[in-house]
């Protein structure tokens, strides 16, 4: 499985797995662009793929100190702000799914937003302050457009 | 000036390491070498294994081991019972525990019967699947009437009858209540609740480093310390050789306290094999493998007067324990105990039976058994005041019980083996707030009628509760200010995302006067600090709360001490503020607490006798009493006609947990709380056939509410401190979860009223659109397809 091959071989922890069975979304990552599942993947399937953890996504410069670390993504700050996140074991799956869709959807209700965010579980928090955050990140979006990661 | 970070919302410390998908949990902890663990488990309810061939399981290359209860040597024995019934009178206890594999006779589908250790996770459950277990079925029993049925199957072979345990409780005279009373309610009530699901399964991983004796355990459970003391005792380590952390817990609500065979197992078989061993549990395991809690079916009275003041309540309830009952008898009495709520009640006499079935083992999982309580005296003030022509919301408000009433001790004992007894609170205020924040009066009087007059079925409820939370026994924790200015606290209760890491650093933020940011906490960890009991009860904030606070107090006083002898001024004068002790008003004084840190722990010369080294300082704070939450919870919500679905249109809480530490943490603990709530009464429900076999293991079937099946929620404070605590806080954890199936049978009733046949009640829950239809539509032939599953949820 894909999500096995980065947590297990490649180190990448920060995709999690919840159900194994494709419906909590926690392992959701970008192939291509667009958010799908690992635990439903082969790695072998997206050998020549781009494919993107929320490892990357505060662009993180490795090995360096949290000192010198990129800021986080407009989306990891408003989850933050928002308290969009309790035990955060769903946090990644949400970051990455929600990308795209703030990518198509600059400016979402909280009727989309709540439509997107429908596709992942989370125990934790309700979904009232992931829909805020979202919210919120949408509006730094638009407000500094641009890549996420030279966003400053 | 000294700031105060108590009572901000102040965003989480320990969210970045989340963030950035760098907090480690336990499945995260790389293992170089590791071995891995699968478990074969028994797929009937209830049979005799007549014989295990672990052979060609064994011969698969990559398998280092396949063990049954006959290899497991001192650890095949019955687990330990983790919490002994409570001193009550005549109390009658069966402790049955289970074994970590089970050896002869297995009672639950899904009961581990053999383990596999293997290479990877793939190989060993491929040898799994080669281990032949050849299991005798045997009739199994689920249904709790069924069960003490004189000819049921029998869970224990060598008890006389399937009762494990019977409990009664009273104070005051029912049957002079109910001979004095004007009206007597008489109901059976059934409320079933469910998994936790946490996002994360759960897991155990262990390394035995044979040079340096170590045993190091990462383990997701809620209660490291007790766990560290048990591997120890069995393995016949000193507790100083084995380190427990609980590290990032990815949710827990409960079950994550009991202590499992796995978790002994593990470790075991790490010293066995000279090899790092894990377990990482899959979600279709975690529907057997971990605990969950069940139903409880109850018979119960109300007396009442014709102006609707409660003159008593009687109850008799049957509760589903499971194929075990490890965690003793801490669910049902928590319904016992949580029953009487927010209300005046003069007599009360309850007696409970707790039912072995073949099924899971029930423990507590957030809300414990109050839900069921709250549902049962919520459902019969509802019927009283439709019987007694009182508004709902009025028959409440006539017996709550008044402030002026604290302390309130209700003559019962608690989970905490303590007399119950509420501290403080004020719940008029709860039910005037929340009765004014949804419009109660507005809506019944113009809102209401124009809906329906619109065909619309749209309706109104209102209920409240009390939650016992912050038991004893004790926590405890260290402070100590490093050389570097910074502070590390720790602590030994677990954390699964309640906040502690800021929460805490804002208490002990408040008596150093240092930024939160540079308090750094450790909680979950052996090495760090060894004596507590766990995180339950909703009892992080104020037992492990209070005793951060307690420390941090002894390190401010230390503070004090020295840097008057070092500034040669009173400790009166001087002030802690921006990291620094100084002269109130005069910063050129200052000295950074760091400095001082390192003037408290000299390299060289003399100390006086009896002087501690370091500013530091271990407190424990044991409560004498557990402190009492209270809340309303109001609803308007919508039941469309056609897909009987229920859509909530306004959901408003007004809590009071006495001081609240962080406003933001604390709602959102409301808003997790409210939406296992909502799954617990509309959407999620275990449903076992007649064999006991679970149909709803897996999340396509169990269904978890998703972002679309939880409304905004409106959620509002009142703050009566705790006078049993310095901090004065109360607990929060489990309040948002416990009174949404009342509030839920409550709201879909009015929403149906004048639709329904008269005398139709809503006497269970969950409800789902199915049951919905059958409410509206009570001569359908229309079944689905869970029907002739609901055994005891009818
Ligand atoms: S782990 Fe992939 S969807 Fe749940
Ligand atoms: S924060 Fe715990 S599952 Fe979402």
Same mark, same amino acid.
């Given at each position: 499985?894909?999500?096995?091959?980065?947590?297990?071989?490649?180190?990448?922890?920060?995709?999690?797995?919840?159900?194994?069975?494709?419906?909590?979304?926690?392992?959701?990552?970008?192939?291509?662009?667009?958010?799908?599942?690992?635990?439903?993947?082969?790695?072998?399937?997206?050998?020549?793929?781009?494919?993107?953890?929320?490892?990357?996504?505060?662009?993180?410069?490795?090995?360096?100190?949290?000192?010198?670390?990129?800021?986080?993504?407009?989306?990891?700050?408003?989850?933050?702000?928002?308290?969009?996140?309790?035990?955060?074991?769903?946090?990644?799956?949400?970051?990455?799914?929600?990308?795209?869709?703030?990518?198509?959807?600059?400016?979402?209700?909280?009727?989309?937003?709540?439509?997107?965010?429908?596709?992942?579980?989370?125990?934790?928090?309700?979904?009232?302050?992931?829909?805020?955050?979202?919210?919120?990140?949408?509006?730094?979006?638009?407000?500094?457009?641009?890549?996420?990661?030279?966003?400053? | 000036?000294?700031?105060?970070?108590?009572?901000?919302?102040?965003?989480?410390?320990?969210?970045?390491?989340?963030?950035?998908?760098?907090?480690?949990?336990?499945?995260?902890?790389?293992?170089?070498?590791?071995?891995?663990?699968?478990?074969?488990?028994?797929?009937?309810?209830?049979?005799?294994?007549?014989?295990?061939?672990?052979?060609?399981?064994?011969?698969?290359?990559?398998?280092?081991?396949?063990?049954?209860?006959?290899?497991?040597?001192?650890?095949?024995?019955?687990?330990?019972?983790?919490?002994?019934?409570?001193?009550?009178?005549?109390?009658?206890?069966?402790?049955?525990?289970?074994?970590?594999?089970?050896?002869?006779?297995?009672?639950?589908?899904?009961?581990?019967?053999?383990?596999?250790?293997?290479?990877?996770?793939?190989?060993?459950?491929?040898?799994?699947?080669?281990?032949?277990?050849?299991?005798?079925?045997?009739?199994?029993?689920?249904?709790?009437?069924?069960?003490?049925?004189?000819?049921?199957?029998?869970?224990?072979?060598?008890?006389?009858?399937?009762?494990?345990?019977?409990?009664?409780?009273?104070?005051?005279?029912?049957?002079?209540?109910?001979?004095?009373?004007?009206?007597?309610?008489?109901?059976?009530?059934?409320?079933?609740?469910?998994?936790?699901?946490?996002?994360?399964?759960?897991?155990?991983?262990?390394?035995?480093?044979?040079?340096?004796?170590?045993?190091?355990?990462?383990?997701?459970?809620?209660?490291?310390?007790?766990?560290?003391?048990?591997?120890?005792?069995?393995?016949?380590?000193?507790?100083?050789?084995?380190?427990?952390?609980?590290?990032?817990?990815?949710?827990?609500?409960?079950?994550?306290?009991?202590?499992?065979?796995?978790?002994?197992?593990?470790?075991?078989?790490?010293?066995?094999?000279?090899?790092?061993?894990?377990?990482?549990?899959?979600?279709?395991?975690?529907?057997?493998?971990?605990?969950?809690?069940?139903?409880?079916?109850?018979?119960?009275?109300?007396?009442?007067?014709?102006?609707?003041?409660?003159?008593?309540?009687?109850?008799?309830?049957?509760?589903?324990?499971?194929?075990?009952?490890?965690?003793?008898?801490?669910?049902?009495?928590?319904?016992?105990?949580?029953?009487?709520?927010?209300?005046?009640?003069?007599?009360?006499?309850?007696?409970?039976?707790?039912?072995?079935?073949?099924?899971?083992?029930?423990?507590?999982?957030?809300?414990?058994?109050?839900?069921?309580?709250?549902?049962?005296?919520?459902?019969?003030?509802?019927?009283?005041?439709?019987?007694?022509?009182?508004?709902?919301?009025?028959?409440?408000?006539?017996?709550?019980?008044?402030?002026?009433?604290?302390?309130?001790?209700?003559?019962?004992?608690?989970?905490?083996?303590?007399?119950?007894?509420?501290?403080?609170?004020?719940?008029?205020?709860?039910?005037?707030?929340?009765?004014?924040?949804?419009?109660?009066?507005?809506?019944?009087?113009?809102?209401?009628?124009?809906?329906?007059?619109?065909? =619309? !079925? @749209?309706?109104?409820?209102?209920?409240?509760?009390?939650? %016992? /939370? *912050?038991?004893?026994?004790?926590? #405890? $924790?260290? &402070?100590?200010?490093?050389?570097?200015?910074?502070?590390?606290?720790?602590?030994?209760?677990?954390?699964?995302?309640?906040?502690?890491?800021?929460?805490?650093?804002?208490?002990?933020?408040?008596?150093?006067?240092?930024?939160?940011?540079?308090? =750094? !906490? @450790?909680?979950?960890?052996?090495?760090?600090?060894?004596? %507590? /009991? *766990?995180?339950?009860?909703?009892? #992080? $904030?104020? &037992?492990?709360?209070?005793?951060?606070?307690?420390?941090?107090?002894?390190?401010?006083?230390?503070?004090?001490?020295?840097?008057?002898?070092?500034?040669?001024?009173?400790?009166?004068?001087?002030?802690?503020?921006?990291?620094?002790?100084?002269? =109130?008003?005069?910063?050129?004084?200052?000295?950074?607490?760091?400095?001082?840190?390192?003037?408290?722990?000299?390299?060289?010369?003399? &100390?006086?006798?009896?002087?501690?080294?370091?500013?530091?300082?271990?407190?424990?704070?044991?409560?004498?009493?557990?402190?009492?939450?209270?809340?309303?919870?109001?609803?308007?919500?919508?039941?469309?006609?056609?897909?009987?679905?229920?859509?909530?249109?306004?959901?408003?809480?007004?809590?009071?947990?006495?001081?609240?530490?962080?406003?933001?943490?604390?709602?959102?603990?409301?808003?997790?709380?409210?939406?296992?709530?909502?799954?617990?009464?509309?959407?999620?429900?275990?449903?076992?056939?007649?064999?006991?076999?679970?149909?709803?293991?897996?999340?396509?079937?169990?269904?978890?509410?998703?972002?679309?099946?939880?409304?905004?929620?409106?959620?509002?404070?009142?703050?009566?401190?705790?006078?049993?605590?310095?901090?004065?806080?109360?607990?929060?954890?489990?309040?948002?979860?416990?009174?949404?199936?009342?509030?839920?049978?409550?709201?879909?009733?009015?929403?149906?009223?004048?639709?329904?046949?008269?005398?139709?009640?809503?006497?269970?829950?969950?409800?789902?659109?199915?049951?919905?239809?059958?409410?509206?539509?009570?001569?359908?032939?229309?079944?689905?397809?869970?029907?002739?599953?609901?055994?005891?949820?009818?």
């Amino acid at each position: 499985m894909l999500s096995d091959f980065l947590r297990h071989e490649l180190g990448l922890t920060g995709t999690h797995v919840g159900c194994e069975h494709g419906v909590c979304g926690a392992c959701t990552l970008l192939l291509d662009g667009d958010a799908v599942r690992s635990c439903l993947l082969f790695a072998v399937q997206c050998s020549g793929c781009d494919v993107r953890t929320v490892e990357s996504l505060a662009g993180q410069r490795a090995g360096e100190g949290a000192a010198t670390e990129d800021p986080l993504h407009p989306l990891q700050e408003a989850f933050r702000e928002e308290h969009a996140l309790q035990c955060g074991f769903c946090t990644p799956g949400f970051l990455m799914s929600l990308v795209p869709f703030l990518e198509r959807h600059p400016d979402p209700s909280d009727e989309e937003i709540r439509e997107a965010l429908s596709g992942n579980l989370c125990r934790c928090t309700g979904y009232q302050n992931l829909v805020a955050a979202v919210r919120s990140a949408a509006r730094r979006l638009r407000a500094e457009p641009g890549e996420p990661d030279a966003a400053s | 000036m000294e700031t105060r970070w108590i009572g901000r919302s102040l965003p989480r410390l320990e969210d970045e390491r989340l963030l950035r998908g760098r907090a480690q949990f336990v499945d995260d902890v790389a293992l170089h070498g590791a071995l891995h663990v699968a478990f074969v488990r028994s797929p009937f309810a209830h049979g005799r294994i007549r014989s295990i061939d672990t052979s060609a399981a064994a011969r698969m290359p990559g398998v280092h081991a396949v063990l049954t209860a006959e290899d497991l040597g001192r650890l095949d024995a019955p687990g330990p019972v983790l919490v002994p019934p409570p001193p009550i009178d005549g109390i009658e206890f069966h402790a049955r525990t289970p074994a970590p594999l089970a050896r002869e006779v297995v009672r639950h589908v899904g009961e581990a019967v053999a383990l596999v250790v293997a290479d990877s996770r793939y190989l060993a459950e491929d040898a799994r699947d080669e281990v032949f277990v050849d299991i005798e079925p045997m009739p199994a029993v689920g249904d709790l009437e069924a069960a003490l049925a004189e000819d049921a199957p029998r869970v224990h072979q060598d008890l006389p009858s399937n009762l494990a345990a019977r409990t009664r409780q009273s104070r005051g005279d029912w049957e002079e209540a109910r001979r004095a009373a004007d009206l007597v309610i008489e109901r059976r009530l059934v409320y079933d609740h469910g998994a936790s699901a946490p996002m994360e399964n759960r897991g155990v991983a262990a390394v035995w480093d044979e040079r340096a004796e170590q045993l190091t355990v990462w383990d997701t459970t809620q209660a490291p310390i007790p766990v560290r003391g048990a591997i120890a005792a069995t393995l016949g380590l000193s507790e100083s050789q084995v380190r427990v952390i609980a590290p990032f817990i990815g949710g827990g609500f409960g079950p994550k306290i009991m202590f499992y065979g796995d978790e002994l197992l593990v470790p075991w078989l790490a010293m066995r094999l000279g090899r790092p061993v894990k377990w990482i549990e899959d979600r279709e395991e975690s529907f057997f493998s971990t605990t969950q809690e069940r139903s409880q079916i109850h018979h119960a009275e109300m007396a009442l007067r014709r102006d609707g003041r409660i003159l008593g309540v009687r109850d008799r309830f049957l509760h589903d324990t499971g194929a075990y009952d490890p965690y003793g008898l801490t669910v049902p009495i928590n319904s016992q105990c949580t029953l009487l709520g927010c209300y005046d009640v003069p007599a009360y006499d309850s007696e409970f039976t707790c039912v072995f079935t073949h099924r899971p083992i029930v423990t507590p999982y957030r809300g414990a058994g109050r839900q069921h309580g709250v549902f049962v005296i919520e459902r019969l003030l509802d019927h009283a005041a439709d019987e007694l022509g009182i508004d709902r919301v009025e028959i409440r408000r006539r017996n709550l019980l008044h402030p002026d009433r604290f302390p309130v001790r209700q003559g019962l004992i608690y989970q905490d083996f303590t007399e119950l007894t509420y501290d403080s609170g004020d719940y008029p205020a709860l039910l005037e707030r929340a009765a004014e924040e949804i419009g109660y009066e507005r809506f019944r009087a113009e809102e209401q009628p124009e809906l329906r007059a619109a065909g =619309r !079925l @749209v309706g109104i409820a209102l209920v409240t509760y009390v939650e %016992g /939370t *912050g038991i004893g026994p004790y926590e #405890g $924790a260290r &402070v100590r200010v490093e050389a570097s200015g910074r502070v590390a606290v720790a602590t030994g209760v677990g954390t699964q995302g309640q906040g502690h890491f800021t929460s805490f650093a804002q208490v002990v933020a408040d008596q150093l006067g240092v930024h939160p940011g540079d308090v =750094r !906490l @450790v909680t979950g960890d052996t090495q760090e600090f060894h004596w %507590g /009991t *766990g995180t339950f009860a909703s009892r #992080g $904030a104020v &037992v492990a709360g209070n005793a951060c606070h307690a420390a941090a107090l002894e390190v401010r006083r230390k503070i004090l001490r020295l840097a008057s002898q070092e500034l040669e001024a009173p400790e009166e004068d001087l002030e802690l503020t921006g990291g620094v002790v100084q002269v =109130r008003g005069a910063p050129q004084s200052a000295i950074p607490l760091g400095e001082l840190a390192q003037r408290a722990n000299p390299l060289r010369g003399a &100390v006086e006798p009896g002087t501690e080294p370091g500013l530091e300082a271990t407190s424990y704070f044991g409560p004498a009493t557990g402190t009492t939450a209270a809340g309303a919870h109001a609803m308007i919500a919508e039941v469309d006609p056609e897909t009987c679905k229920v859509t909530p249109l306004r959901y408003v809480v007004v809590h009071d947990c006495g001081t609240v530490l962080n406003p933001m943490i604390l709602e959102g603990q409301m808003h997790g709380g409210i939406a296992q709530g909502i799954g617990n009464a509309f959407f999620e429900e275990l449903v076992f056939d007649d064999q006991q076999q679970l149909q709803s293991g897996s999340f396509m079937d169990y269904l978890l509410p998703t972002a679309t099946d939880v409304p905004a929620i409106e959620s509002h404070h009142l703050e009566t401190p705790s006078p049993l605590n310095p901090l004065g806080v109360k607990g929060a954890g489990e309040a948002g979860a416990i009174p949404v199936g009342a509030l839920y049978a409550a709201v879909v009733e009015d929403a149906l009223s004048g639709r329904l046949e008269p005398g139709t009640r809503i006497d269970s829950i969950p409800l789902s659109p199915e049951r919905v239809y059958r409410l509206l539509h009570p001569d359908s032939e229309h079944t689905a397809e869970n029907e002739g599953h609901e055994g005891d949820a009818r």
